[in-house]
């Protein structure tokens, strides 16, 4: 671990990779349920399983993609896209796809300077 507290780039970079095999584990066991019970509201925070998998890839997309690399003007915009609420599997599928794959390529843009300067 790096001095101070903080991770070092290598360190982040392995933390996501950890952080997206842990996900995909999880979406492969909710996925083996029946969608009636993935789809319905369970009067948990994000009502469906289905749901709170799409909150937690909405975090990591508005994060990663956007606050972090100081694309905050655009934030507003991503929140309307329809794409970050996916309905079925299908549309899901497509919206992690878009998620991780810019999460792929972002990290190599990682820097120790980026990683340190705290968003305006």
Known sequence: MASR???SVLEVR????YDRALFDAYVRRIRRLPTTITHRDLGIA?????ATLTHILNVRES??????????REIDALWQDPGRAPKDWKEFDAYASRVWDGIEARLPTLTMTSRRKPPN
């Open 5 to 7: 507290g903080s991770a």
């Open 14 to 17: 392995a933390l996501l990779e």
């Open 46 to 50: 994000h009502d469906s399983m289905i």
């Open 63 to 72: 994060w990663l993609l956007y606050i972090v690399p100081r694309r905050q």
